[in-house]
Every structure is written in C-alpha cells, then in structure tokens.
C-alpha cells in the first residue's frame, strides 16, 4: 500500500512535470497562426520550433524562433530575370560613375520597362526554409553573447535591434557568418578597449566608407538590393547606406534600426537613416558609410516633423494595422511595420485641431485625418489621427513647423483646415488671409531660404587651424584639427594655448575649400593682410572671399597645383589666438535669388487652394508686389524655370521661412 501511495505520488509529480513542460513550450497563438498560413512550408517552420524545444537551455531561442515566426506573414520579396537585369546597374555603376543615364536607358530598350506585374512576388511564410530561419537564430545568439556590450542589450532588444535580418522587400539572405567574417575583425580594438555598442558601430561605419559610397537615386523605384549586393558595390541613395549599416551592424551584434522621415518639413523628399542603442537604450543617430554616432550629428540642425521606425513585428498601433480593407490611406501609412519614434528626436506636441473645411467627401475617406507639410508643390501626409466629431488629435509632433490638415482621397490630400503654425512650445496659430488689412509694399529677393544642406562640409575633415611666426610656417603649431564633418552655418572652437602667432591660417593637404574664416584674440575679432594659395578651375573662388563677410561666397582651390592648399591672415603683429570661427562654402542653386529678366508670380493660400495675387517680371534683383491681402501663407513661383521654391509668411518687411 506504500508502495502503491508512492508510486501515485511519483506519477502525479511526473505528470505535473509534463503538463508543465508542455505548457512552457505551447507555440503562442500567433505562432500558430503562422502555421497555418504557410501551406506546404508549415514543415519547415514547424523543423525550426521543433530544434530549440530539444534542449531546456534553448529555451530564449525557441522564444526567438516565436518571435520570428509569429511576425513572418506579410513579408515578401520579388524574383524573376527582369529585376536580375536592372539590378546590374550596380555593377556598372562602380565601373563607371559617369553612365547611369545611359545604363538605365539600355535596360529599357534591351529588357522593356521595370514593373513588378513582369517578376514574382514570393511570400517568407511560404518560401524560408528551416536551416535558414536557424543559422540565422543562432548567429544573432552568438554576436549577442560573445560581444562584450551584449549585456547591456536585453532581449526584447534582441529581438527588435539584432535578431531579423529583413528590411523591406529585398531578396532575404541569412549570410550572417559571412558578413560576420567580413566585419568581426574591424570591432578588435573596440573589444580590446572593451568599448561599447557606440564604439563598435563607430568603428564598422568609418570601414563602410572604403572604398567610397557612389550616390544614386536612378534606382531607387526597384526593391532593396540584397544584402550581398550592397555590401559588395555600395552604391544607391541613403536607403541603400541604411541598408548597408543595418547588415554590417546586425551581423556583429550591434543594435542597429533604420528610421524615416517620410517628408522633410523644410524642403522636397524625405530621408533614411539609421539609429545605435547605447547602453542606456537611447537610440543615437548616423547614416551608413557617412556619418558616424559619436563623432558627427547626421543631418545636423535640420527639422524632421515626423520620424518613423521600421520594425520586423507588426505595430497595432499603427494605421496599417487599423485600417480595413475598405480604407484608402496614404501609401507610406499602409505599412503595419512601423512605429512612430519622433519623440526620441526633438521636443513633441500633442496637437488638437479642428476640420472646419466642408469637402463632400463619404464617411469611408473622412474616418481618418493626415496632417501634413509642404513639399515645394503639394501637401504630403507625415501623420494621421482619428476623425472625432470634426476634431482630430495628431500625437508628437514637432514644433516650428506650418502644418495643414486633410483627408486622403487615393489621389491627394483635400484640405480640412486653414495652414497652421506649431510653435515651439505647442501653440496653434491659423494662417488665415485678412483682405480689410493690406500690406502696402512685398519685396523679395530670393524664392527659397538658405538651408543646412546646401553647406558642403564633405572635404573638410581632417583640415587643421596653423599658428605661426614665419611666413612659410616653418614654425607652425597645429591649432586644431577637424576631426569630423562640421556643422552647417557656423562652427566655434576654442583655442587654449600659451603661445602668440603673427600668421594664422586654414590649411589642407587637397582640395579642401572654406566658406567663412574669423579668429579671436582676448575677446575681439583680429584684423589683418588675407593670403592663401591660388585657385584652380573657379577663378573666381579667391582666398580673399574667406573674409569678404558675403555668406554667398567662398574659397575653392580644386584642381590647382600643388594641392595642399591654404588660406589664413597675416596679422602684422603677434597675438593671442583664443577663438576660431568658420562656416562652410554655401552651395546653393543661385537660381533661388532673384533674377533679373525672369517672371515671378506671387501667391497666398486661401479656402483650400492657392489664388494668385500678381505677376511680374524682375528688373533687378529686389521684386516688388503692392498691397497684399495679409496674415496668409504665401508662395512665390518662378515661371520662367524650375527651381526650388517654398512657403512663407511675411512678418515686419521680412520673408519667415517655413
């Protein structure tokens, strides 16, 4: 009988065990799911769960392989010889920088037009196969326990920053151990430091840039490259370097996403970028084989409205995932996979607004509300929000900003209320035409502002500051160096040394060119004789244009002989040198200021669209318009050529950018 009593207590205790064990390994409801969905792959994916069950200690691993599993449905990518035949434009492209045109042209007549009607779209459920999903779970455990900053990486950071290996809609590769192999070296030093997550990306990004990236848009309407294409020719815009950080990044552990902007607020297009977590989990920006986190500020002082995150697993917060079948919402917006991460960039605003605008538009279009910003043409959606009884809430937004809010009509944006400024402290101010107040007298001199991108700051780095009392500095003393890209606009150093020079000067072992230059001694900007090297093939582009005070003009050296090349000030006198000051050369489109001769039509926004006022052709630089309905968004559109144009209010005599 005590037997018997002990062996019941045996069984339950062993069937406890196993309930239990079942329970811990019970495949999530979403897992199942997927399971369901993959029709003949089910195997495969059911060969992946099946190998990380075998062993108690690859328990966070099979969690892994949930995770991956669970958010499969709804990736694809597209094969077929049409898109192997476009996607050789980056081989020939790294052959010869100079043919893109042409390359694409050739395609055209040899292959016929690209549309993804002509290729396959195959789907990941149906088509990843096991050893594929499980190399790929193990070497993301291997870079993640082995790299000395994986502790500061919890799991569900895993997850999310190391562990998919998909971007887009890119041919997926799982050649994590060879890219691995490629890169894992680079990161010797860091982990001989015992360097971070920071460090360690800083490091693979300043290799990405050799050899150098060759930029083009041509490509941008095919899929993402594949990871070994990228890798192997860097060439593209800046998704392809996201790409290409985002495969070199994740493969050696580091935790690496790519965010967005959908459209900038201040200009035409938007951006890709990537992002680093430190070890206190912030995300820090950069952009692959450019500019590197901790040395440079990607995109410095620029407005980014609203900055988005692709993700692996589906956000359901997101409009795509809200949205039915029914609803017609912005391309962009239909994407589940992302999530909204503005607030890690700047400081937000949650903004109330009011749809007073009358559309006769159904109830299927006027369920949601975008707001958006000007592109230089239209209206674009960055953000969306519920439509309430007329009112809508758009979530962490950036302020300084013109915004208008719309519906989406599956073609454009319908205005649904006046243009609005954001301030920077959250405040909603209308932009709404007053036609009892005129301005008497509207002059401009340029249709569009000077921006952070027009500042070329590429060939900088590594040019110093030179203190001397000889006039060939053979004495000279290295005062700084510019270690990384400045800032656009205007960069401050400070000096700290003891010693006095006559001669001062920016100096470069190329082609290294300068926009403004001034130095400091005890408090006052010094004066003195301007020297400098000659110049090459812009004559016009003398050393004297350093110091000359006109934002608009610069010293470039390129293409003179010798090519080390200088500029600087003869003080007459030695001095104390305790601040330098310089702003790189403006590069702008000269087309942007005014032009004589040219035919200028000025505009304000009024009830949803925008209404002439006037137009005139220049006869100087400076143009003119009288009495101007006031309190509006204005626009000024060059008719005689296609240029940059943008948005303003007028304020006080002053064009206000926006």
């Given amino acids: 009988?005590?037997?018997?009593?002990?062996?019941?207590?045996?069984?339950?205790?062993?069937?406890?065990?196993?309930?239990?064990?079942?329970?811990?390994?019970?495949?999530?409801?979403?897992?199942?799911?997927?399971?369901?969905?993959?029709?003949?792959?089910?195997?495969?994916?059911?060969?992946?769960?099946?190998?990380?069950?075998?062993?108690?200690?690859?328990?966070?691993?099979?969690?892994?392989?949930?995770?991956?599993?669970?958010?499969?449905?709804?990736?694809?990518?597209?094969?077929?010889?049409?898109?192997?035949?476009?996607?050789?434009?980056?081989?020939?492209?790294?052959?010869?920088?100079?043919?893109?045109?042409?390359?694409?042209?050739?395609?055209?007549?040899?292959?016929?037009?690209?549309?993804?009607?002509?290729?396959?779209r195959k789907l990941d459920i149906k088509e990843v196969k096991a050893y594929q999903i499980i190399k790929n779970i193990d070497m993301a455990f291997k870079v993640w326990e082995e790299q000395p900053?994986?502790?500061?990486?919890?799991?569900?950071?895993?997850?999310?920053?190391?562990?998919?290996?998909?971007?887009?809609?890119?041919?997926?590769?799982?050649?994590?151990?060879?890219?691995?192999?490629?890169?894992?070296?680079?990161?010797?030093?860091v982990r001989k430091a015992k360097g971070d997550a920071i460090a360690a990306c800083t490091a693979i990004n300043i290799e990405l840039t050799n050899p150098n990236w060759i930029f083009s848009l041509r490509t941008s309407f095919l899929p993402h490259y594949k990871a070994s294409q990228i890798i192997k020719f860097k060439v593209g815009s800046c998704r392809e370097m996201t790409d290409l950080a985002f495969y070199a990044m994740r493969a050696t552990g580091i935790p690496v996403a790519i965010d967005f902007v959908p459209q900038w607020p201040y200009r035409s297009m938007g951006h890709e970028f990537n992002t680093v977590l430190n070890k206190k989990g912030k995300s820090i920006i950069f952009?692959?084989?450019?500019?590197?986190?901790?040395?440079?500020?990607?995109?410095?002082?620029t407005k980014k409205g609203k900055v988005f995150r692709h993700t692996y697993a589906e956000n359901p917060v997101s409009l795509g995932a809200i949205k039915t079948k029914r609803d017609i919402v912005p391309p962009f917006l239909e994407d589940s996979r992302i999530k909204d991460v503005t607030d890690e960039y700047v400081k937000c605003t949650d903004v109330k607004i009011g749809l007073t605008k009358k559309t006769g538009l159904s109830q299927i279009i006027t369920k949601f509300a975008y707001i958006t910003v000007f592109d230089n043409q239209n209206w674009v959606p960055v953000h969306w929000g519920f439509n309430k009884n007329n009112q809508v809430i758009f979530t962490k937004m950036e302020?300084?900003?013109?915004?208008?809010?719309?519906?989406?009509?599956?073609?454009?944006?319908?205005?649904?209320?006046?243009?609005?400024?954001?301030?920077?402290?959250?405040?909603?101010?209308?932009?709404?035409?007053?036609?009892?107040?005129?301005?008497?007298?509207?002059?401009?001199?340029?249709?569009?502002?000077?921006?952070?991108?027009?500042?070329?700051?590429?060939?900088?780095?590594?040019?110093q500051f030179q203190g001397a009392n000889n006039a060939d500095f053979s004495d000279a003393v290295n005062l700084y160096t510019i270690n990384v890209k400045p800032n656009p606009f205007w960069n401050e150093i400070q000096i700290k040394t003891d010693k006095k020079?006559?001669?001062?000067?920016?100096?470069?072992?190329?082609?290294?060119?300068?926009?403004?230059?001034?130095?400091?001694?005890?408090?006052?900007?010094?004066?003195?004789?301007?020297?400098?090297?000659?110049?090459?093939?812009?004559?016009?582009?003398?050393?004297?244009?350093?110091?000359?005070?006109?934002?608009?003009?610069?010293?470039?050296?390129?293409?003179?002989?010798p090519s080390t090349t200088f500029v600087g000030l003869d003080l007459g006198k030695k001095e104390v040198i305790d601040k330098i000051r310089f702003s790189a050369p403006l590069q702008e489109d000269t087309k942007v200021k005014?032009?004589?001769?040219?035919?200028?039509?000025?505009?304000?926004?009024?009830?949803?669209?925008?209404?002439?006022?006037?137009?005139?052709?220049?006869?100087?630089?400076?143009?003119?318009?009288?009495?101007?309905?006031?309190?509006?968004?204005?626009?000024?559109?060059?008719?005689?050529?296609?240029?940059?144009?943008?948005?303003?209010?007028?304020?006080?005599?002053?064009?206000?950018?926006?």
């Fill in 1 to 120: 009988m005590k037997n018997t009593s002990l062996f019941l207590i045996t069984a339950s205790i062993c069937f406890f065990l196993l309930i239990s064990c079942r329970h811990q390994f019970e495949a999530p409801i979403k897992v199942k799911e997927a399971l369901n969905k993959a029709g003949r792959n089910k195997g495969e994916l059911e060969t992946v769960i099946e190998n990380y069950k075998k062993e108690p200690a690859d328990t966070l691993k099979l969690k892994a392989a949930y995770y991956i599993i669970s958010n499969m449905d709804g990736w694809y990518y597209y094969q077929g010889d049409l898109l192997d035949h476009y996607q050789e434009y980056l081989k020939l492209i790294r052959k010869d920088q100079d043919h893109g045109e042409y390359f694409l042209n050739s395609f055209f007549s040899l292959y016929g037009p690209y549309t993804t009607n002509r290729i396959d």
């Fill in 149 to 189: 900053w994986g502790k500061d990486i919890t799991f569900d950071q895993f997850c999310e920053y190391i562990l998919p290996f998909r971007i887009f809609d890119e041919t997926p590769e799982y050649g994590r151990e060879q890219i691995y192999n490629q890169f894992n070296k680079v990161l010797d030093s």
């Fill in 287 to 301: 952009l692959g084989a450019e500019d590197s986190p901790g040395i440079t500020i990607h995109k410095a002082g």
């Fill in 399 to 463: 302020g300084d900003i013109v915004y208008l809010a719309g519906y989406f009509d599956g073609m454009k944006i319908i205005p649904a209320s006046d243009p609005f400024i954001l301030s920077k402290e959250g405040s909603v101010k209308f932009l709404r035409t007053k036609f009892d107040s005129l301005i008497t007298n509207m002059s401009f001199s340029r249709i569009f502002p000077i921006i952070p991108d027009v500042f070329d700051t590429w060939h900088m780095s590594g040019c």
């Fill in 501 to 561: 020079f006559r001669y001062v000067r920016y100096f470069s072992k190329g082609y290294s060119h300068m926009g403004k230059l001034e130095f400091y001694g005890l408090g006052k900007k010094l004066k003195g004789n301007a020297f400098g090297s000659k110049v090459g093939w812009y004559k016009d582009k003398t050393f004297d244009k350093v110091f000359d005070n006109n934002i608009f003009t610069y010293f470039d050296p390129s293409g003179a002989v």
């Fill in 594 to 658: 005014i032009i004589k001769g040219h035919n200028y039509q000025l505009f304000y926004w009024d009830e949803g669209k925008w209404e002439s006022i006037d137009t005139k052709i220049a006869t100087d630089s400076l143009i003119t318009f009288q009495n101007i309905p006031s309190h509006a968004l204005y626009f000024l559109h060059d008719n005689s050529e296609t240029v940059a144009e943008r948005i303003f209010t007028y304020e006080n005599g002053k064009q206000i950018w926006w």
